[in-house]
């Protein structure tokens, strides 16, 4: 069997014996679900809100129509349009990665699986958004007066959940591979 490494120091991860054995079959339906989900609510809040428009739904979340032309927290934001087609390259070869990953990812990897899979959605959500508007929709506006966190929106989320989810299975797997060094 082929052995696959996708970081340098990350655990090592088997590659499936064939595409219907791996994590990207397994999670292909989630990935299209919430990218779909994504735009669909991109979409929605783009139909009826204004640039800016707040809609307050609790004391600390309010619905808001907002434009980042940067990346996480606004990173380039302020920059001439550039950022837009090197952003864009950059999710692409992420997202590459992330589906030769998943390829190679066996169906037993349930949590490696999970979460290259949110994070593949999520990247692909916003990166639609980045090629087709030259920005990304922002829609969820979390605060705490006079605390506010930048806006952000479902592909935000469910790459955050995926990050969290990485770091979970890179935890997992380095604490059974010093385990098994110990035995």
């Known amino acids: 069997m082929a052995r696959f490494e996708s970081l340098p120091n990350a655990p090592v991860v088997a590659e499936?014996?064939?595409?219907?054995?791996?994590?990207?079959?397994?999670?292909g339906g989630l990935i299209l679900l919430l990218w779909g989900l994504d735009l669909l609510i991109k979409w929605w809040v783009t139909q009826h809100f204004n640039y800016g428009e707040r809609v307050n739904v609790l004391p600390f979340?309010?619905?808001?129509?907002?434009?980042?032309?940067?990346?996480?927290?606004?990173?380039?934001?302020?920059?001439?349009?550039?950022?837009?087609?090197?952003?864009?390259?950059?999710a692409i070869g992420i997202s590459g990665w992330l589906v030769a990953w998943l390829k190679r990812t066996p169906l037993t990897d349930c949590v490696l699986g999970l979460s290259l899979s949110l994070v593949l959605a999520g990247a692909l959500g916003n990166l639609t958004d980045r090629l087709a508007n030259g920005y990304v929709v922002d829609y969820i506006l979390v605060y705490y007066p006079p605390y506010y966190f930048p806006a952000f929106n479902l592909a935000d989320s469910v790459i955050f959940l995926g990050v969290v989810g990485l770091f979970i299975d890179f935890w997992r797997t380095n604490k059974r591979e010093k385990q098994a060094k110990q035995q």
């Not at 499936?16 to 999670?27: P, T, V």
């Not at 990173?75 to 090197?86: D, E, K, N, T």
């Open 61 to 90: 979340f309010d619905l808001v129509l907002a434009h980042n032309t940067g990346a996480a927290f606004s990173f380039l934001a302020s920059q001439s349009g550039w950022q837009r087609w090197v952003l864009a390259a950059i």
């Open 16 to 27: 499936a014996e064939n595409f219907s054995a791996s994590a990207l079959r397994r999670f």
